[in-house]
Nanobody, 112 residues
Framework: QVQLVESGGGLVQPGGSLRLSCAAS????????MSWLRQAPGKGLEWVSD????????YYADSVKGRFTISRDNAKNTVYLQMNSLKPEDTAVYYC?????WGQGTQVTVSS
């Protein structure tokens, strides 16, 4: 069965960095575009970033452009989200997503 397992979340101070990982299994990872989305407390789901199957494209929400970098390693079936210059408004549960599949999410809290 398809599994997406996120990791790397945690508590970080404003201005800090985190690197999220999403390990995929149960499908041909190298053929799928992948996405990161997030949901802040009391808010709806927000798209963060996409990456093409062969890293042919990357897209970012304006709110994270220049601070976040999405990447993937098809040999490891893993997609990453490097988050730098974190702000309190980046606090959310971050989800990995492809087609109809979702991970369980990883909590990111940015606070002093």
């Amino acid at each position: 069965q398809v599994q997406l397992v996120e990791s790397g979340g945690g508590l970080v101070q404003p201005g800090g960095s985190l690197r999220l990982s999403c390990a995929a299994s149960g499908f041909t990872f190298s053929k799928n575009a992948m996405s990161w989305l997030r949901q802040a407390p009391g808010k709806g789901l927000e798209w963060v970033s996409d990456i093409g199957s062969g890293s042919s494209f990357t897209y970012y929400a304006d709110s994270v452009k220049g601070r976040f970098t999405i990447s993937r390693d098809n040999a490891k079936n893993t997609v990453y989200l490097q988050m730098n210059s974190l702000k309190p408004e980046d606090t959310a549960v971050y989800y990995c997503h492809t087609t109809v599949y979702w991970g369980q999410g990883t909590q990111v809290t940015v606070s002093s």
